[in-house]
Structure formats: structure tokens, C-alpha cells
């Protein structure tokens, strides 16, 4: 898990897909162009770093091509960072799912955004327990009515009224028992914990394709 700074205010989060790359949301794009950028690997507790956090600068954006700012299809990202994370015992990567994840799944999303809308950004990095939806549903008239694509994931939360919040975007939704990056948190409802519009991410599975061949071709860049 990272968080992405702008002018030392969490604005998104993240996760390392290499040890100069982070995977994330294409709509922080234009926040991130709005002020210095860091890139914060290991961190917990936002006002305060300890010797093992290490900060980086972004050398390079890489949205999506087909991404579409209005109806936020493939919002997925990745940015290569200005140089190599140094493993231990705060950071590792995690693999990239091998396949969609069926409904029911459990997961977890974790991040340093609000508790609830209009909340403060929380200080101290927070994991909640979710489970996939059937798209079906989720894209029903009652929920997000056909804005959810075959490339989209629908979660949600498995207590009552929790739900990823603004500052959450980008951070990765995490299954199974392996432990393996399905998802990156795009969107939600005006109210996080509208129950009839829940939290949407991107199906990394559908994108593994391109990160990979990004990766491959543009490491050296």
C-alpha cells in the first residue's frame, strides 16, 4: 500500500507492481498535476514518518489510453516512480489476480480516507473487510443503473454502513486467501455508504494484459 501526496496532503493511494512502479487510479491524474508529489512507501501514521518510510517523486504518469475522465471507464493508471523500492519489512508486492473474483468474495481495501462524507482524512492507514457483488446487481435500475462496465468491479461493505470514502481512490481491493490485487478503487455514490450505489473499482484482472507488457516495455524509460 502507498499513499500519493500533493503538497503533503494524501490525496490517493496505491500499490507497487514493481519496484518502480505503482498501480493506481487514472482520475488522480489531474489532482496530481496540481502541486509537488511524493509517493510514500511504508507509511502508517500520516503526521508522522519513522526511518523505515521511503519517499519518492514521480517520474513518469502513465494513464490509461482509453481512459474516459466523464464516465471514469478504465480508470487505471500506473506511475513509475523516480527510483528503486528498497525491500523490507514495510513493504512487497503482492501478485496481480489471476482471474475475476466471483461474487461473495472476500477481500479488503485499506487507505487513509474519511471515516464518512464530509469526515476528516483519516491519520492512521485503516483496513475494511468487503465482498465482490454481482454485477448484475450492482448495475441494476435501483443501483448504478448501466454505468458499471465488464471491465468495472462492484464491492461491497461486510458490516453495515462502512464503505471505502473519498481519499480511499487508488488503493488496491485485495482477495482471497492469496492475497492478490483484483481491484483499484474508483468511485463511489455522493454518500459512501449509499447502499443503492456502492463503491466501483477497477478489475485489474481485464488490464493485466497491458500492465504487464507496460512494464516489460517501458521499465527502462
Known amino acids: 500500500m502507498v499513499s500519493i501526496h500533493i503538497g503533503g496532503i ?17 482520475h488522480c491524474y489531474p489532482n496530481l498535476i496540481q502541486g509537488p508529489i511524493r509517493v510514500m512507501v511504508g507509511l502508517h501514521w500520516q503526521p508522522r514518518r519513522n526511518a523505515r518510510v521511503q519517499v519518492f517523486t514521480v517520474a513518469k504518469f502513465v494513464p490509461h489510453p482509453s481512459y474516459n475522465r466523464t464516465t471514469l471507464a478504465n480508470d487505471i493508471m500506473l506511475l513509475k516512480l523516480d527510483k528503486k523500492v528498497v525491500w523490507n519489512k514495510e513493504t512487497s508486492l503482492l501478485p496481480l489476480s489471476k482471474r475475476n473474483p466471483t461474487p461473495g468474495t472476500l477481500c479488503s481495501v485499506a487507505g487513509w480516507g474519511r471515516f464518512r462524507e464530509g469526515s476528516k482524512y483519516s491519520h492512521v492507514l485503516r483496513e475494511l473487510d468487503v465482498k465482490v457483488m454481482d454485477i448484475r446487481m450492482c448495475n441494476n435500475s435501483q443501483y448504478w443503473h448501466g454505468e458499471v462496465t465488464s471491465t468495472m468491479m462492484c464491492i461491497e461493505g461486510i458490516k453495515k454502513g462502512s464503505a471505502p470514502c473519498q481519499g480511499d481512490s487508488g488503493g488496491p481491493v485485495v482477495c482471497g486467501k492469496k492475497a492478490e490485487v483484483a481491484g483499484v478503487i474508483s ?35
Not at 17 to 24: D, F, P, S
Not at 196 to 202: D, I, N, T
Open 187 to 221: 468511485f463511489t455514490g455522493k454518500s459512501c455508504v449509499d447502499v443503492f450505489k456502492p463503491p466501483v473499482a477497477m478489475a485489474v484482472f481485464k488490464y493485466k494484459t497491458w500492465i504487464k507488457k507496460y512494464l516489460r516495455w517501458g521499465r527502462d524509460l
Open 10 to 26: 494524501p490525496a490517493c493511494g496505491g500499490v507497487l507492481v514493481h519496484a518502480r512502479w505503482v498501480l493506481t487510479a487514472a
